[in-house]
């Protein structure tokens, strides 16, 4: 598809990447010093230092860098006149839209690669662990990845409408608070459909934290793919329907 091939090529000089690599690494940096500060050993070993990185990390800043990186991405259209050349294109909305999420996509799961590989680092240069991560924070990280995929596209769709860099950050930031508050009260039908609180959702999976059951589930994890695929569909088709009745700017 040209229009996805056309934004991965625009991902060359973006600032993009920056936000790929700090974000995951400084929650690993905060994680790391904050155990170290206080003193408090690792008592599991991996899943304390997962813990004290991976469950904090997917509360807020997660989403919020993929908002970020949402912004950044639909930040050309905004300028000049591109908004009107864009909409001038003879390409189906359904391409571009697809073609910003895709590039969201692979963003959201470098950052997640960033991530597993600076927890590793930190496992063993920082805390001396024993052998390195369990093969279940793996299998973890690649829901994390999906679950990515319906935050990116209500994202894009958000960037897509606001030309403001940091308008659709700050829905995020209620987004996740929300997502949160429903992690709480343990509404789990509406965790599985509020993008955000899936997002979260996905990164305490294994934890025991709020509502998860501490096990990495087969039944677990379908539900969050499941409800992750979904969703991005939903969104998906529901942005290119508003692209499509966009016009040009005066």
Request: glycine share 10%.
């Amino acid at each position: 598809m040209g229009s996805v091939r056309a934004e991965f090529l625009k991902l060359k000089r973006s600032l993009s990447w920056a936000v790929v690599l700090l974000l995951p690494l400084m929650a690993v940096i905060t994680g790391a010093a904050n155990t170290v500060v206080s003193g408090e050993p690792l008592e599991d070993d991996w899943h304390t230092l997962w813990m004290r990185v991976v469950v904090f990390y997917g509360l807020f800043p997660l989403a919020v860098g993929v908002a970020v990186l949402a912004s950044l991405v639909w930040r050309v259209e905004h300028r000049g006149g591109n908004w009107n050349a864009l909409m001038g294109r003879q390409v189906p909305s359904l391409h571009v839209v697809v073609g910003k999420w895709a590039v969201l996509a692979v963003l959201s799961a470098a950052m997640q690669v960033v991530l597993m590989a600076g927890l590793v680092v930190a496992g063993k240069l920082v805390f001396d662990l024993p052998g390195t991560l369990p093969p279940r924070y793996f299998l973890v990280s690649a829901v994390i990845v999906l679950a990515c995929l319906p935050v990116a596209a209500l994202q894009s769709g958000l960037s897509m409408l606001m030309r403001s860099f940091a308008s659709p950050v700050a829905v995020v930031l209620l987004g996740s608070a929300v997502g949160v508050l429903l992690e709480v009260v343990r509404i789990e039908a509406l965790t599985v459909i509020v993008p955000y609180s899936l997002l979260s959702r996905a990164t305490q999976l294994g934890t025991g934290m709020f509502a998860d059951g501490g096990d990495v589930t087969v039944g677990g994890v379908a539900v969050i793919a499941v409800a992750a695929l979904g969703l991005t569909a939903v969104v998906i088709a529901g942005a290119a329907a508003v692209l499509d009745r966009r016009d040009v700017r005066a």
